[in-house]
């Protein structure tokens, strides 16, 4: 199993506060569509623990609504398929977000004429150094996988079960027992 030396999970209030933030971005940041794709990305990885592929295959056919569940197909990691519950958060943010791709999350656009899916990390990076500088706070340690990561911490210390986290997660329970400890250091 791949060793993680250095967990940086966000305390809840931030995570919130960069959810609150990521509505908020003024165009001089990212544009309006960049921002509300942003914003898909945020949300399904604080608040569902999607991987960084997930984000970029993220169907619709995944989000139940109704059901107030998602259903990550194939599950990138162990095959199979995943459920995730929806806690209210994500549910009210995906209510008003426009799914409106044919198959994808996130409209597909054609570069050189051919079919690409567009990279989030650069959209990231730039919305967490502009997060940092209107929080007042050093954000320099975030990366994508945080999200993740914070995912996890946040839900272990509500106390839910680690074998629990795992299953929503799709990975190792080990792996959700050295969030765990990482979070004690």
């Not at 162990?78 to 044919?102: H, Q």
């Not at 839910?160 to 969030?179: D, F, H, I, K, N």
Request: net charge neutral; proline share 4%.
């Amino acid at each position: 199993m791949k060793k993680h030396t250095q967990l940086f999970p966000l305390t809840a209030a931030v995570k919130n506060q960069l959810l609150a933030l990521s509505k908020v971005i003024p165009e001089e940041v990212l544009n309006k569509e960049s921002a509300l794709w942003l914003s898909f990305v945020l949300h399904v990885g604080f608040e569902a623990g999607f991987r960084r592929q997930e984000i970029n295959e993220a169907r619709l056919a995944w989000f139940d609504l109704h059901g107030r569940r998602i259903t990550v197909f194939p599950d990138s990691v162990r095959g199979g398929s995943r459920t995730i519950p929806m806690n209210e958060v994500l549910f009210e943010f995906l209510t008003d977000y426009p799914m409106t791709g044919a198959r994808f999350v996130v409209t597909d656009f054609v570069s050189k004429n051919e079919l690409r899916r567009c990279d989030y990390s650069p959209l990231f990076r730039c919305f967490i150094q502009w997060a940092g500088t209107v929080l007042n706070c050093d954000l320099s340690h975030v990366r994508t996988s945080t999200m993740r990561t914070t995912y996890a911490c946040l839900l272990l210390d509500e106390k839910v079960s680690a074998t629990q986290v795992a299953e929503w997660m799709g990975c190792p329970e080990e792996l959700v027992r050295e969030y765990s400890r990482g979070q004690q250091t």
